[in-house]
C-alpha cells in the first residue's frame, strides 16, 4: 500500500470540503469516548475493563511512554511498502486484528462485520474462540484475505481436535494457542454488575456451533440438575439463552439444551491443568502453524521454541488477567534481545496507534495486533467503522516511516526509537 498515509489524507481533507467529517475518529482518545457512549454499561465493563485497579492497562501505555521516536531528515524515504512476509503470507501490513471474545455486546453478528472490516483493507483477523458467529461464517465474510483461528484449550480434548479440524477446514493460516486465560482474571468491572455475557449464552457460537460440543451437551443435558429459583433476573437469563443459542427462540425457550450448554461451556471452556508437555504434542495433531500467545518472559519464550512453535505473541491480554502485571512492551524488548533476530515475534495489548505500531516494531515485533480499538469502530459504523479505524492506523504509521526515512518495515528497527530513563 504505497503512501497510503497521503492517500488517507487526501480522502479526509477532501471529503471535509464537501462538510463530511469523519464518521470514525481519527485520534484513540475522542473514538473511546464515542464508542463509551455508544454502548452498554455490561457491554463497555467487559470490553474495556481490566483486572483489578487497572495497573496492567496503565503500564501498557506507560511503557509506550517511555519510548521516543527518532526523526531523521532528508532520507528520501518516498513509497513505502508496508508488506510483510509472516509465516508464509505475504501481508499488506504488519497489522492483524487481536481475536475479541462476545464482541455482540456492542452489536449483533459482531464476527461477522469485523471479519468484512478486516477484508475491506486486506487485514488479517483472528477469529475468536469465544465469537458470537461461527467461524465458517466469519471465514465467508472474508473471502479470500487471510485469516488465523484462537484456541482455547478446553478441558474435553475431543472438543480441542474438533474445533482445530474445523479450523483447518476454513483455511486458517495459523492456530493461536492463547495461554494466559485458563481461568478468568479477576475483573471488578463485570464483577460488580454481576455480569459475565457466556452464563446468557453470549459469546460461545463457536461451541454451539461444533458437532463434539453439541454431543457432550446432549449426554449431559440429561443428568439431573438443580432448578435455579424463579427470579426475574433468572427469567432474564434463560430469555437471553435462548434467543443466543442457534434455533427457534420459542422451540429454545421450551428445550433444556440452550441452558445445558451455557452450563457445559462453563464447565469445560478452558484447561487450567494446560502443561508444555500437551502444548508439545500440538505438532502432531494439527499441520496448521502454531502460534502461543500470552508469553511474558524469555524463559517462557525459550520454551516455545524448544517444543517448535512458529511464532510467538508477547501478551498481557490486554490487561485484563492479572493486575500489576509487567507491560507487554518492556517484555517484548527483554525477549528479543534475550533471543536475538530470528524468531518470529508478535506483539499485543496497548496498541492505540500508527506511532504505537511503529514503536512495537522498532523494539522488537515482527507484527501487532490491534484490539480494543477495532471493536470501537464497530460500534460506531459496523462493518465500515472497523475498516476505517485499520486504514487510519496503517495511514499513520505509513507517515511516521516517511518521516523517520524507513522505507519497508524491515527498515524499522532499533535505532529509530530511544528508551527515556
Known amino acids: 500500500m504505497p503512501d497510503a498515509g497521503l492517500a488517507r489524507q487526501s480522502t479526509v481533507y477532501r471529503a471535509g470540503t464537501l462538510g463530511r467529517r469523519p464518521a470514525v475518529p481519527t485520534d484513540f482518545a475522542e473514538l473511546e469516548r464515542r464508542a463509551k457512549r455508544a454502548s452498554s454499561a455490561e457491554a463497555w465493563a467487559y470490553v474495556a475493563g481490566g483486572a483489578g485497579e487497572g495497573r496492567t492497562m496503565r503500564h501498557n501505555r506507560e511503557a509506550f511512554d517511555r519510548w521516543a521516536i527518532v526523526p531523521r531528515m532528508a532520507t528520501g524515504a518516498a513509497g513505502r511498502d508496508l508488506s510483510i512476509e509472516l509465516l508464509g503470507t505475504r501481508l499488506p501490513s504488519p497489522l492483524l486484528l487481536a481475536p475479541v471474545g462476545a464482541g455482540a455486546l456492542m452489536g449483533r453478528d459482531s464476527d461477522l462485520a469485523i471479519a468484512a472490516g478486516a477484508a475491506a483493507t486486506g487485514t488479517p483477523y483472528i477469529f475468536s474462540n469465544q465469537g458470537c458467529n461461527p467461524m465458517e461464517e466469519s471465514a465467508a465474510a472474508m473471502g479470500d484475505t487471510p485469516r488465523w483461528f484462537q484456541l482455547y484449550w478446553s478441558k474435553d480434548e475431543r472438543l480441542v481436535d474438533s474445533l482445530i479440524a474445523r479450523a ?150 490486554g490487561g485484563r488477567q492479572v493486575d500489576n502485571a509487567i507491560a507487554s512492551l518492556d517484555a517484548l524488548a527483554e525477549i528479543r534481545a534475550a533471543l536475538g533476530p530470528a524468531p518470529t515475534l508478535l506483539f499485543d495489548s496497548g496498541i492505540r496507534s500508527g506511532a504505537d505500531v511503529f514503536t512495537a516494531l522498532a523494539v522488537g515485533a515482527d507484527a501487532v495486533l490491534l484490539g480494543r480499538p477495532h471493536l470501537y469502530g464497530f460500534v460506531l459504523a459496523g462493518a465500515h467503522g472497523v475498516a476505517e479505524v485499520i486504514s487510519n492506523v496503517i495511514a499513520e504509521l505509513d507517515l511516521t516511516m516517511a518521516l523517520t526515512g524507513a522505507r519497508t518495515i524491515a527498515e524499522i528497527t532499533r535505532d529509530l526509537v530511544r528508551e527515556r530513563r
Do not use: C
Open 168 to 317: 483447518e477446514r476454513i483455511g486458517a493460516g495459523a492456530l493461536v494457542v492463547t495461554l494466559d486465560t485458563t481461568v478468568l482474571g479477576w475483573r471488578p468491572q463485570d464483577l460488580n454488575l454481576g455480569s459475565l455475557p457466556f452464563a446468557k449464552g453470549l459469546g460461545i457460537a463457536q461451541y454451539t456451533s461444533d458437532p463434539v460440543f453439541r454431543e457432550i451437551v446432549a449426554e449431559r443435558a440429561g443428568l439431573p440438575r438443580e432448578r435455579p429459583k424463579v427470579t426475574l433476573g433468572a427469567i432474564r437469563a434463560l430469555l437471553a439463552m435462548s434467543r443466543n443459542h442457534p434455533g427457534s427462540f420459542w422451540d429454545n425457550l421450551r428445550s433444556p439444551i440452550p441452558r445445558a450448554s451455557v452450563e457445559t461451556f462453563l464447565d469445560i471452556y478452558s484447561n487450567p491443568s494446560l502443561t508444555w508437555e500437551q502444548l508439545a504434542g500440538l505438532k502432531q495433531r494439527t499441520n496448521l502453524p502454531i502460534v502461543l500467545k500470552g508469553i511474558l518472559t524469555s524463559d517462557d519464550a525459550r520454551r516455545a521454541l524448544e517444543i517448535g512453535v512458529d511464532a510467538i505473541v508477547v501478551s498481557n491480554h
